[in-house]
Nanobody
């Protein structure tokens, strides 16, 4: 059974950096895309970034382009989101998810539990 565990969230000052990790167990991520999503208080969940199974193609929301970098290590069954130049508007709960392909649906049981990122001004 697939389990995803995010880590690396926390409180950081504006302009700071955080690196989120998403570790999968009970399931191989090799042939799946991995997405990072976020949900701010009072707002809907939005996609932040996605990486294809091969790792060769990535996509970013305009709001994070140039500041965030997504990556994956299939040998470790893990994905990452490096977040630099953080802004208060990046404050949200961040989730990783497993998708059949970027822009596709999240697979069954494919959501992590989320990790809180808070950026102070």
């Amino acid at each position: 059974q697939l389990q995803l565990v995010e880590s690396g969230g926390g409180l950081v000052q504006s302009g700071g950096s955080l690196r989120l990790s998403c570790a999968a167990s009970g399931f191989s991520l090799d042939y799946y895309a991995i997405g990072w999503f976020r949900q701010a208080p009072g707002k809907g969940r939005e996609v932040v970034s996605c990486i294809r199974s091969s790792g060769g193609s990535t996509a970013y929301a305009d709001s994070v382009k140039g500041r965030f970098t997504i990556g994956r290590d299939n040998a470790k069954n893990t994905a990452y989101l490096q977040m630099n130049s953080l802004k208060p508007e990046d404050t949200a709960v961040y989730y990783c998810a497993v998708l059949n392909y970027c822009s596709g649906p999240v697979i069954k049981d494919g959501w992590g539990q989320g990790t809180q990122v808070t950026v102070s001004s």
